[in-house]
């Protein structure tokens, strides 16, 4: 089935007036409904010239999100791989954006294991795997620790 230009245009107004998308992960949509990959390039470069793909916008949109959730930077930062966003992409939204990755581990423990105490080593492993699974450094999980004791 071929499609043509306008279809998908609509398409991409369509997707992108919900949420923001990387350009890698609008491609993708588009190339599910079945279009050549000239066509895809096209209408992505519409789609910039426009503003309403914006990669900056949808990286601040992911940063914000996931800080939110209590992410650390390794976790966003293989979230921005996986969109084809490069590291100096995501390191000035982060200048931007002054994210302390201290306190936000910090945060991140207290909301899962507030004051309960650790109760041996295994407790302790299995409380650090968990902020390294949330993206956090080995020196930010160490300082949560030590202040933690």
């Avoid at 007036?17 to 000239?38: E, H, I, M, N, P």
């Avoid at 789609?47 to 900056?56: D, G, M, S, T, V």
């Avoid at 302390?100 to 650790?118: M, R, T, V």
């Amino acid at each position: 089935m071929i499609i043509d230009q306008q279809t998908l245009r609509k398409a991409a107004l369509n997707y992108l007036s919900r949420r923001d998308y990387s350009r890698a992960a609008l491609a993708t949509k588009l190339k599910q409904k079945g279009a050549t990959a000239s066509d895809i390039a096209a209408v992505l470069n519409w789609c910039h010239e426009q503003n309403y793909l914006n990669e900056e916008r949808f990286l601040l949109m992911i940063v914000r999100n996931r800080c939110q959730q209590g992410y650390g930077y390794r976790y966003i930062l293989q979230e921005c791989r996986q969109h084809q966003l490069t590291e100096q992409q995501l390191a000035a939204v982060i200048a931007a954006e002054a994210i302390d990755w201290w306190q936000l581990a910090k945060q991140a423990y207290q909301k899962k294991y507030a004051d309960k105490a650790i109760a041996d080593y295994q407790d302790k492993v299995k409380r650090m795997a968990y902020l390294q699974r949330r993206g956090f450094s080995s020196e930010q999980i160490r300082a949560v620790f030590d202040q933690n004791d």
